[in-house]
Structures are given as structure tokens and as C-alpha cells.
């Protein structure tokens, strides 16, 4: 509620209540002195009084917040033409030389300052130095209540006496007038003011969408800064009674002046204090702004949608409170009444041009569509339009969502990065329709598939060709060469080891890995109804490399025979429960033959241009380019065996495996 004595505050920093009080008590100052309402038309007179006014309309009116060369130049030429009109006036020419003096220095020194000041060169320029220098100059002495209050003063001193009481009535009106801060008082009429309008922004302009709005700032309303909350009313609203509230998404300068672009993010709620309308307003009470924060969700806003997006990948521009977005992250937005969940996969630095000699740069972000969460499959579907422009976005908050349970051969591989949502994928169909693990060393390929293949025990049989030893000693298993037959090989519950001494892929090394390979499709095909097999080719460009490699490792021709052979379990195993487990480094040295039949492909870290003109066909170019940037344990999973078959980053990390690293590291 608005007192009496805040009103009366807000009514004395009323500029126009200022002025007409100002005419008011020198009309009844007038009056008392010398009987007439009116001044008299004398000369002397008539210098001092229109000093004196000019001097407030001056404070009030022409410059409220600042003073600049051009305004000097304005006020500085039409004194010097008067006083030209009327030198033979003036009983002390000595005075007249003196401000005519003045006001042509001033009006020279302001065209100087204008004109060698150059904004394609830095402040440090001598040119851009010696305008700042005039500028601060003529501004002070050229501001309409300094230039004015001198031929107050002067005709006042020289055709009054001092020691009149009209004069000294006179002075101290004078001194109150100079003592006015343009600063404090207002423009409008009102004779009071809302409660709002102590913290009045600006005022709308211009709408860029349904919820950007352009607004111009006050010129005394500097402190405005981004994420600001803010309330307003719109004039195409159809009641008074509600309230839009927001934050400041960008200020910029536009033709020197500031504005800024506020999005509505909060749903229209009823207002409880009156407001004007199109005029923005800052909430400053602590207790409304957490309010509003937290029903904005303003922590977790990241920017909004902008031009050149699609159905299957939005750009955005990027404002965050905390700069913690980061590639893979998941992102979500709401349109049409559906949540739809994208995930970030580059951002690139843009500049936008706002007028000739205004610039302002902001990230551009652009996000994968993941789609709409459906709980009860245990993945995303894609939605079949795009988010228009300006929508909000955030980051994903997936703490809501209560994942269903699942179960073998179901398993989770890992999470959306920073999220509770799960990468599932079915290990029967990633064995039976081939499964590839691609990155270079140390991403996180080995232990993620030694994981797999732990999980895969429980109803598949595992036969690992090992060129190392590793897998002997991180699984309790046995070598294939131990066993009469192969017969008694398959049975063995324990994993089967194919042993080579040779890591390079010679005739020999082929010739070995091909014949125990032929033995193990040929007894699958023979006993239709056996366990499952699952046949783990580590380094694979040592047993199935590309044609292209063959020659610099024995007998081309004889090579390549064996290669086609030993691919023909990846073109025909599916059909006798045969599956594939492909690890390698980098797909250029890789059989495509066989890398092609791999129906579930997951991509650690990688660099090899060849591998990800492979790759662009199942992740598609967006994820490719993001594959040399893939932290460790990340990865791009997609294909048949994946619940949500749509390509997407997914953080593989485990505690026990990060531990162990730190371990070993420190």
C-alpha cells in the first residue's frame, strides 16, 4: 500500500511537477516585488529570465542524464548569435570578448572532438584520445545549466543590486534549480507511483517470437544484467490482470542506445500489484526472486531454439548461468505438450551483425533429437516435427523418471551422460546379429567387453582368438588346443581360447586362425540345437584385415582366400548361432565385409578420417565429428541389439573401473 509520504517522495522527483512548481513560485515572487505576474520587457530583464528558465529546462529537459559535444554545439550557437546581435549592448566589453571567447572555443573544440573521433581504431589511438579529452572538456562547460546560469548571474550582478531581497530571492531560487539531480525525477504526469516503477527496466518495443520481446532500456536503468528476473505486462494481453514473468536473455547496443531481450519462461499467473503496460520490471525482492528461480527453473536453462533447425537436430543459442554444457549432455524442451529430449553434440562460436558499427557474438549449439522417453520400452521415440523458434531449452532433469525394470538379456551398458536414463541393449541379438567395439586404446573398449562377456555366460558359449595372453588371465578359461575335438572344446562351460604366438596378420597366423574357425562353424552347423557361440576377435585387422593390407604380410592371393573364408561366418553364422564380438582400433584395417554384417556397432574415441567415412552411415556426420572429443568410457551406441535404436552418446563409466585407473596412476 502507497502512504502519503511515499507519494509525496515520488511526487517531488516529478520533472513536470518541477517545472510548473518553478514557474509558479517565480510568478508569486514576481508579483510580491514588483506587482506584476508577469516580467517586465526590458532588455537586462529579459537576458536573466530566460537564463533562468533555460537553465531548469535545460536540467529538466534537453540533457537528464548526460551532456555531449553535440548538445554543446546546440546550446554554445544561438548565445553567440545573440550575443552578437547585441554587443553595442553591453556596458563592459571586456565581458563580451571573454564569452564570446568561450562559447567559439566551445563550439570548435566539439566539432574537433566529433570529428577526429575514429571507432574502427582502439581508445588507445591518438586520435580517439584527444576527442575524449575535448569531450570531457566541453561537457562540462558547455552544459546548458552552466552556460545559461552564467547570463543569470552576470545580468543579474550587473542591472541588480546585492543587496536587494529580490535579487537574493532570486539567487536562491537559482540555487535550488542548479541543486536539482536529473537523475532522480521521472518523465511522466503521474501524480503517483506504482510499486512497481522503482524497479522499471524499460520498455517493450517489439515482439521476436511469442516469448522474446525487445526491450529498450531506461537510460538511468544501467545495472540490468543477464538472468535477471523480471515481470511485465504486454498491450496485446486481454486483461490487466495477469502477469508474464521472465528473465533477461541478451543486452546488447543497438544505434547506441541499450536494450535488451527478455524471454517469457513462466506461465502467465495473476498480478497483484498494477503495473503500466510494456513496461519491464526487475523483481528485487529477495523471497519473489528465489520464488521465481526455482518455478523458472532458471539453473537449468540453457538457451533457446534458433533459425536452420530440424526435425532431427535443433541449433540454439546457448546462455547459461553456470557454463557447465558439455558434449553429450542431454537437453530437453516441451512443444506441442510432449517432452522431447535432445543431446548436444557441438557448438561453434558465431557473430551477429545488429547495425553497422555494432556486433555481438554467442555460442551456437546444436543437439541430436532423441525424442519422447517411453518408460515401458526402455527408450526413446523420435517426434515427427520441429520446436519453433525460441523455444526454451534446458538441461534434462532426469530425476523424475522411474526406469522400468528389466532383466537378462536386457543389460544396461550405460547412461545417458549425466542423466538416470539407461543405454539397454539385448546381448542375444547383439551376438546373433554381430556386435562391433571400436576405439583406440585406452578409451574403454576392453573393459567394457570383458563386461559383456561376463554377462554373456550365462547362456553362450565364448571362443576368444588371443594373440596376447590378456584374456587367458582375466577369464578362467582354456585354450581350444587342450581338447581332442572340438566337440569337447563348445562344451566346456569355461572360455575357449584360440591361442596365436603371431600378432600380425602373416599366412601362417590366418592360415591357423581359419582352420580352428571352419572347425567351429562347421560343428555349429552340424548340431543346430547347441549352445549359442560367440566368437570374440580381438585385434580384429590381425585375423580379418582389409584386402588393401594383405600384401605386406605374405602371399596376397592366398591371404585374401583365407580372409573371404573366415568372412563367411559373419555373412552366414546368425543362421547356425553363430554370433561375432569385432574389437578394434581402427576400421580402415578392418575387413568391411565383416564390419558391415555388425548390426550393434559401439564407437569409443577415435581419429582416423577412413573410419569415419565408415562410420558417418550407421551414426550419421553429426556424432562422427563428435567421436575425436569422446571422453574416456564414452561412446556411441546404435544398432539392432540397442532398445532405443536411435545413434546417441552414452557415458560407460564404471566405479570400480575409475578406481582402479586412479590406482594404477597414482
Known amino acids: 500500500m502507497i502512504t502519503k509520504t511515499s507519494q509525496f517522495k515520488e511526487l517531488s522527483k516529478n520533472r513536470f511537477i518541477i517545472f510548473f512548481g518553478f514557474v509558479a513560485v517565480f510568478v508569486l515572487s514576481n508579483y510580491i516585488f514588483t506587482g506584476s505576474l508577469l516580467p517586465s520587457t526590458e532588455t537586462k530583464d529579459l537576458w536573466f529570465y530566460s537564463g533562468l528558465f533555460m537553465a531548469i529546462f535545460s536540467i529538466l529537459f534537453i540533457e537528464p542524464y548526460y551532456t555531449s559535444p553535440k548538445n554543446v554545439i546546440t546550446n554554445a550557437i544561438p548565445l553567440l548569435l545573440v550575443f552578437l546581435a547585441i554587443k553595442n549592448l553591453f556596458e563592459n ?3 563580451w570578448w571573454f564569452a564570446a571567447s568561450v562559447l567559439i572555443t566551445l563550439i570548435v573544440a566539439s566539432v574537433i572532438s566529433m570529428s577526429t573521433e575514429d571507432k574502427n581504431k582502439s581508445p588507445e589511438h591518438w586520435k580517439n584520445k584527444l576527442s575524449e579529452l575535448l569531450k570531457k572538456w566541453v561537457v562540462i562547460i558547455g552544459q546548458g545549466k552552466v552556460l545559461y546560469s552564467s547570463v543569470f548571474v552576470y545580468f543579474l550582478l550587473t542591472y541588480y543590486s546585492i543587496q536587494s531581497f ?19 525525477i521521472r518523465s511522466t504526469f503521474a501524480i503517483s507511483r506504482k510499486e512497481h516503477d522503482k524497479n522499471a527496466l524499460g520498455e517493450i518495443f517489439g515482439v521476436q517470437s511469442r516469448k522474446i520481446f525487445l526491450v529498450k532500456l531506461f537510460e538511468d536503468r544501467k545495472d540490468i544484467k543477464k538472468f535477471d528476473i523480471v515481470e ?33 519462461l513462466g506461465r502467465i499467473g495473476e498480478s497483484k500489484v498494477k503495473s503500466d503496460k510494456n513496461i519491464v520490471y526487475k523483481v528485487s525482492n529477495k523471497e519473489r526472486v528465489t520464488e521465481l528461480e526455482k518455478e523458472l527453473n532458471t539453473d537449468n536453462f540453457v538457451g533457446v531454439v534458433i533459425e536452420r533447425s530440424n526435425i532431427g537436430k535443433i541449433k540454439f543459442e546457448y546462455s ?36 553497422q558499427r555494432n556486433e555481438t557474438g554467442f555460442i551456437k549449439g546444436e543437439a541430436i533429437q532423441l525424442g519422447e522417453w517411453k518408460n515401458n520400452e526402455l527408450s526413446f521415440q523420435k517426434y515427427g516435427w520441429v520446436p519453433s523458434i525460441n523455444t526454451p531449452i534446458f538441461k534434462a532433469n ?12 536386457e543389460y544396461k551398458l550405460g547412461v545417458i551422460p549425466n542423466t538416470t536414463l539407461p543405454s539397454v541393449i539385448n546381448l542375444s541379438e547383439a551376438v546373433s546379429y554381430h ?11 576392453s573393459f567394457i567387453t570383458r563386461e559383456v562377456i561376463r554377462q554373456l555366460q550365462n547362456d553362450t558359449k565364448i571362443i576368444c582368438v588371443d594373440f596376447t595372453g590378456e584374456w587367458k588371465k582375466e577369464f578362467d578359461s582354456e585354450s581350444i588346443e587342450n581338447f581332442d575335438t572340438i566337440d569337447n572344446a563348445i562344451a566346456n562351460d569355461k572360455i575357449s581360447v584360440i591361442e596365436l604366438n603371431d600378432v600380425s596378420n602373416t599366412t601362417q597366423s590366418l592360415e591357423e586362425t581359419n582352420k580352428k574357425l571352419q572347425e567351429i562353424f562347421a560343428y555349429a552347423k552340424e548340431n543346430e540345437d547347441c549352445k549359442k557361440i560367440c566368437l570374440v576377435l580381438e585385434e580384429a585387422h590381425t585375423i580379418v584385415p582389409e584386402t588393401t593390407f594383405l600384401g605386406d604380410y605374405g602371399d596376397y592371393s592366398a591371404n585374401k582366400a583365407l580372409v573371404n573364408k573366415m568372412s563367411q561366418i559373419a555373412l552366414q553364422g546368425r543362421k547356425y548361432n553363430v554370433g561375432l564380438l569385432v574389437l578394434a582400433q581402427r576400421t580402415a584395417n578392418v575387413s568391411k565385409t565383416v564390419l558391415t554384417q555388425c548390426n550393434t556397432i559401439v564407437c569409443f574415441q577415435a581419429f582416423d578420417e577412413t573410419g569415419f567415412n565408415f562410420l558417418s552411415n550407421y551414426i550419421g556426420k553429426d556424432l562422427v565429428q563428435a567421436m575425436p572429443n569422446l571422453s574416456q568410457y564414452h561412446a556411441i551406441i546404435v544398432g539392432k541389439a540397442s532398445k532405443s535404436n536411435i545413434p546417441m552418446i552414452v557415458d560407460l563409466t564404471r566405479e570400480q573401473k575409475v578406481e582402479k585407473d586412479t590406482e594404477e596412476t597414482d
Do not use: C, H
Not at 539567487?171 to 542548479?178: D, E, G, R, S, Y
Not at 557447465?324 to 537437453?331: F, P, T, V, Y
Not at 532426469?398 to 538379456?409: G, H, K, L, M, S
Open 398 to 409: 532426469t530425476t523424475d523418471i522411474e526406469v522400468a525394470n528389466f532383466e537378462y538379456p
Open 320 to 355: 547459461k548461468k553456470q557454463d557447465d554444457l558439455q558434449e553429450g549432455d542431454l537437453i530437453e524442451l516441451k512443444t506441442n505438450g510432449k517432452r522431447l529430449f535432445y543431446q548436444v553434440v557441438n557448438g561453434v562460436t558465431e557473430k551477429e551483425s545488429l547495425e
Open 435 to 445: 556386435m562391433a567395439v571400436l576405439g583406440v586404446t585406452g578409451s574403454g573398449k
Open 166 to 184: 529580490y535579487t537574493l530571492s532570486l539567487f536562491i531560487l537559482w540555487f535550488f534549480i542548479v541543486s536539482i539531480n536529473p537523475k532522480s
Open 232 to 264: 511485465f505486462q504486454y498491450s496485446m494481453q486481454e486483461s490487466d490482470d495477469f502477469l508474464m514473468s521472465g528473465i533477461v536473455f541478451d543486452t546488447y547496443l543497438l544505434n547506441q542506445e541499450k536494450w535488451a531481450k527478455v524471454l517469457q
Open 93 to 95: 566589453p571586456v565581458f
